[in-house]
């Protein structure tokens, strides 16, 4: 297959694909935490919501004007550009708004060309300098798992290859690569959104409502726990020693 | 990092027996209850699932292992990581612990992904570090309020606990004070028996007259009062000055308030490690004013039993038909703002600060009205910084306190910023009107050395009340009566 062939099929079927997975993985988990929360309300006797204090503390991190500013204020300026910088190029770039137009026939407002430019630019310094502030900051170092060293790495990706394509005088051939590496990191960064901690995305804003039902105990929740348990009589108040509730093992290993 | 390497030794040491602590394989600074260590692993699992099939706490657990974007802004909002410096001790790493098991045993991919890679999954050392960690932590939910994910690291810490005191490891002080609450004779976590009580009362009383000059009565099992009062019960022994201003209050404002003889205990430590626990506490307070057929539950100057009443009463005891619960500072301050109840402005005229207890101030509920209050009769009031709802726990927070001996890592670790925030607004009075707060802050002050007397709202307020003119009918012209809107509760 040549390059060409390849990058069709990338920039057709692969991203119908990947794009549509996205699509159905977002909304299957929020379908689930709408369901969830819908249940943790029936079960609850108490339907005092806090929903306003709830509704403010979303909007403040939706639009955050005050509170990132207060403490490292740095990181929160990059941050906040580095998630300008993804929500509005790939949607909003000229080049990007004209393959939409093509591909369903209708299509939305574009950035100016030299916006989408600098945008992209501050992203890929943003994703670079969020990823070596999670190497060299050692709180920020023992939380990281595995994903959050790749996310701003794969994420500069495609903005990096992009701008390189529409601006650096390449050969042909040379270009076909980066596009195609363009178009690959895009297609699986769409796939993997939803697979990961850029679910928040749409998870986002119903955070909030979550936790302040998740404090909404359902009534004898505690004694039917104690009943499945199997020691309804014997509630964690009563005198010890309490034993393993079918059979006493010995202990797998001593230290 | 704030702490020394002798006092980070210190707080860290474990004051266990080294045979106590091989036999429950438990290192942890807090003493357990001896409880059975066979399979450990796998009765918290099965634990976690009991819990996850008949509560809430699903929904919050997918969300979180799905958002948690691991951004490390918590780092800046942890009094505990501030004093320490250890990442171990950053929110997120501790609410992760119990995340990686919901992750690893109760998602389909988790459970796949165990599978193919042959991990073996919950091990005892995991449940060991949570033991550990999870009573780190004061639950102060203060770093919430910086999470840009909204994940409530209170709530997977109150699971934590849950779950573990399940399996027979939570904090025997608390387990034991429990124990004497839910079935022991007395019925209240300090064993107070009820004789005692009331002589203490009437002790009281005679006091007040002897200073005052008039009768201020401690009503006792009085049928159809408005208010069932229920203090911290180790108020009766400890904060007397506290008891002694909230009866003087009601004197004032003439109200119909009562304590009850067949349960007079509002501390719940159920809120600090099990939800069963705390349901049948409540439940208790529910049978005594349904009772004394009061209509209003009423707590005193303390912050988890008052956040437990307010926010947890209704989720047992009858949903929104459940008595309604207010603490004493909203009613002290409605009286106030009422004409009810008049004070002498400028009746302290010491350098006072206010210490927002977390439990109260947190979720936005009680911060101004304090203030109004201390305003109307103190001519010098400070604040300290951070404030209101973001305030720093006192260090004692989440059952904490309880715990004797680990007083060295709470007077360090947990409390050195409180300390330092506290030295700085050279107050000579703090107010913290919540038992937990009081008692910390106490032993702060003294092992940071910091010249400051922990006080509550009502001790100081007893000073500047002004006796006589309110009686039958109020007058509105009270200092700071202006506005008068407020109805109802």
């Not at chain 1, 939409?100 to 939305?108: L, N, S």
């Not at chain 2, 005892?124 to 910086?146: G, H, K, L, P, Y």
């Not at chain 2, 209101?388 to 947990?414: A, Q, Y």
Request: glycine share 8%; proline share 6%; net charge positive.
């Amino acid at each position: 297959m040549s390059l060409e062939s390849w990058l069709d099929f990338a920039r057709g079927p692969l991203f119908r694909l990947c794009f549509s997975l996205m699509i159905l993985g977002l909304l299957r988990i929020l379908v689930l935490t709408i369901l969830g929360m819908k249940e943790a309300w029936d079960r609850s006797a108490d339907k005092i919501v806090p929903w306003r204090d709830l509704t403010v503390q979303t909007a403040k991190w939706l639009v955050p004007v005050s509170s990132l500013w207060r403490k490292r204020p740095i990181y929160s300026a990059v941050s906040v550009v580095f998630h300008a910088g993804l929500l509005l190029v790939p949607l909003f770039l000229p080049a990007h708004v004209l393959l939409w137009k093509r591909a369903v026939g209708f299509a939305w407002a574009e950035l100016p060309q030299a916006l989408a430019d600098w945008l992209t630019l501050a992203a890929v310094a943003a994703g670079l300098g969020l990823f070596a502030g999670r190497v060299f900051h050692s709180a920020a170092r023992a939380l990281s798992r595995r994903q959050e060293y790749v996310w701003p790495l794969l994420l500069v990706v495609p903005f990096a290859t992009g701008y390189l394509c529409s601006h650096a005088v390449l050969s042909p051939r040379a270009y076909q690569w980066l596009m195609l590496l363009h178009v690959f990191a895009g297609n699986l960064i769409l796939l993997l959104i939803p697979f990961t901690k850029i679910a928040h995305c749409v998870l986002f804003p119903l955070s909030q409502y979550v936790s302040g039902l998740a404090w909404k105990f359902p009534p004898r929740a505690g004694q039917r726990v104690a009943e499945t348990l199997g020691y309804a009589d014997r509630p964690t108040w009563v005198e010890r020693p309490r034993v393993a509730t079918d059979r006493i093992l010995t202990p797998t290993e001593e230290a | 990092m704030l702490l020394t390497q002798e006092e980070l030794a210190k707080a860290y040491t474990i004051p266990k027996k080294p045979e106590v602590v091989r036999r429950q394989r438990l290192p942890v600074r807090y003493h357990v209850e001896d409880f059975d260590v066979a399979e450990r692993p796998r009765r918290f699992l099965q634990t976690f699932a009991a819990i996850l099939k008949h509560t809430n706490y699903r929904l919050a657990l997918d969300h979180y292992v799905r958002v948690s974007a691991k951004c490390s802004r918590c780092t800046t909002h942890c009094q505990i990581y501030l004093a320490t410096g250890n990442p171990k001790d950053v929110p997120c790493y501790r609410s992760e612990l119990l995340l990686s098991v919901y992750r690893r045993h109760f998602t389909l991919s988790g459970i796949l992904r165990g599978r193919i890679l042959g991990d073996p999954g919950l091990t005892d050392e995991q449940i060991q570090e949570m033991a550990d960690s999870f009573w780190n932590c004061t639950a102060c939910r203060r770093c919430v309020r910086e999470c840009p994910m909204g994940i409530d690291h209170g709530l997977v810490t109150h699971l934590g606990r849950y779950i573990l005191s399940e399996i027979g490891i939570a904090p025997r002080a608390l387990v034991v004070s429990t124990r004497e609450q839910l079935i022991g004779k007395t019925q209240n976590t300090s064993a107070i028996p009820l004789p005692a009580l009331i002589d203490s009362l009437e002790f009281l009383s005679e006091d007040m007259a002897e200073e005052k000059g008039i009768e201020i009565p401690f009503p006792i099992d009085q049928e159809g009062a408005e208010y069932l009062f229920l203090a911290p019960v180790s108020d009766y022994m400890m904060e007397a000055d506290t008891l002694m201003g909230i009866a003087a209050v009601f004197r004032a404002t003439g109200d119909s308030w009562t304590i009850g003889t067949k349960y007079y205990d509002a501390i719940n430590y159920g809120l600090f490690y099990n939800d069963h626990v705390m349901e049948e506490v409540l439940g208790k307070i529910h049978a005594e004013a349904e009772r004394l057929k009061v209509k209003k539950v009423l707590i005193g100057e303390c912050g988890h039993a008052s956040r437990t009443a307010k926010y947890f009463y209704p989720s047992f005891c009858g949903g929104r038909g459940a008595h309604p619960v207010i603490n004493i500072l909203e009613y002290t301050y409605q009286a106030w703002k009422r004409g009810k109840l008049k004070l002498r402005p400028g009746a302290i005229t010491e350098p006072v600060t206010y210490h927002d207890p977390c439990n109260i101030a947190r979720p936005g509920w009680i911060v101004e009205q304090p203030r109004e209050l201390i305003r109307a009769f103190c001519s010098h009031y400070v604040e300290m910084t951070p404030n209101r709802r973001d305030n720093i726990c006192c260090g004692g927070g989440g059952g904490t306190v309880s715990i004797d001996e680990i007083r060295p890592h709470r007077t360090t670790v947990g409390g050195k910023v409180k300390a330092e925030q506290i030295r700085a607004t050279g107050a000579k009075y703090c107010i913290a009107p919540c038992a937990n707060c009081k008692k910390q802050l106490r032993e702060l002050m003294e092992d940071q050395g910091v010249d400051c007397e922990i006080v509550g709202l009502h001790d100081l307020l007893y000073k500047a009340i002004i006796f006589g003119e309110s009686e039958g009918g109020a007058e509105p012209e009270a200092a700071g009566a202006a506005s008068r809107d407020e109805k109802g509760d």
